[in-house]
């Protein structure tokens, strides 16, 4: 199971403060969103074998050609699953998917850069840009 929080317009967004994800539909997007980006970035302690069929480099093609980290490609199939799970916003506020495109995503109070991915049990929070400082 993930945790994931949401915060200022993400949290308005989806309507919710958090929400809990089962870790085995995230995984099933997981292995989606790498098929269609034409690699093998699996999940953490997958035993169906995609992690350890990983490309070389631990990494994706993007739909433009462009190396997709494992950790963008865990960004952008968690993003893609909480959007759909949110396809109507509340009254007044931007969609979930527009908010997610210019989100950043923590794992654990870590940011989800190069080769981190989103295991099982973990908290990934969703935040926005925010102004000021």
């Keep these: 199971m993930l945790t994931v929080r949401y915060f200022a317009a993400a949290k308005a967004a989806a309507g919710l403060p958090s929400e809990q994800v089962d870790y085995a539909e995230f995984a099933a997007e997981v292995r989606a969103q790498a098929s269609a980006s034409a690699g093998l970035v699996g999940v953490a302690g997958d035993t169906a074998g995609a992690t350890a069929g990983q490309k070389g480099d631990d990494a ?29 916003p509340p009254p007044g506020e931007p969609s979930l998917e527009t908010v997610l495109a210019q989100s950043t995503c923590l794992v654990d109070g870590l ?7 989103l295991a099982d049990g973990a908290r990934a929070d969703v935040l926005p840009p925010f102004a000021g400082g």
């Design 111 to 117: 940011a989800l850069t190069g080769k981190a991915q």
């Design 60 to 88: 994706a093609s993007g739909a433009d050609g462009e190396r997709l980290s494992p950790a963008e490609v865990h960004r952008r199939a968690l993003f893609a699953l909480l959007a759909r799970r949110h396809p109507q």
